[in-house]
């Protein structure tokens, strides 16, 4: 499966962005896909995740409440819409996909990603 995100930028604090995943293949739909970011210095943490048929999903407790995370399995896309946006968000963000029939958190558990886009939140 190859996927490409776009939708990053730059944003001022408290303002918004919504990434995009679409991915190449038709059978994106029985992958649970997920949303990764990475700040300089730090390691890989999970943003959201949502099962294969969209009706599951799991945040970052830092992000829960701002983030949402949907698909849609006919243009084969999965979204990250993200609100109320702070400095500390900024970072590189990733959409994966996963074999995993539950909701995956941990990057080992992606078999397939993105390149990444990046996101940027001044304050």
């Known amino acids: 499966v190859q996927l490409q995100a776009s939708g990053g930028g730059l944003v001022q604090a408290g303002g918004y962005l919504r990434l995009s995943c679409a991915a190449s293949e038709r059978t994106f739909s029985r992958y649970g896909m997920g949303w990764f970011r990475q700040a300089p210095g730090k390691e890989r943490e999970f943003v959201g995740g949502?099962?294969?048929?969209?009706?599951?999903?799991a945040y970052a407790e830092s992000v829960k409440g701002r983030f949402t995370i949907s698909r849609d399995n006919v243009k084969n896309t999965v979204y990250l819409q993200m609100n109320s946006l702070k400095p500390e968000d900024t970072a590189v963000y990733y959409c994966a996909a996963s074999d995993s029939r539950v909701v995956a958190k941990r990057p080992r558990q992606y078999d397939y990603w993105g390149q990444g886009t990046q996101v940027t939140v001044s304050s």
């Open positions: 949502i099962s294969w048929s969209g009706g599951s999903t």
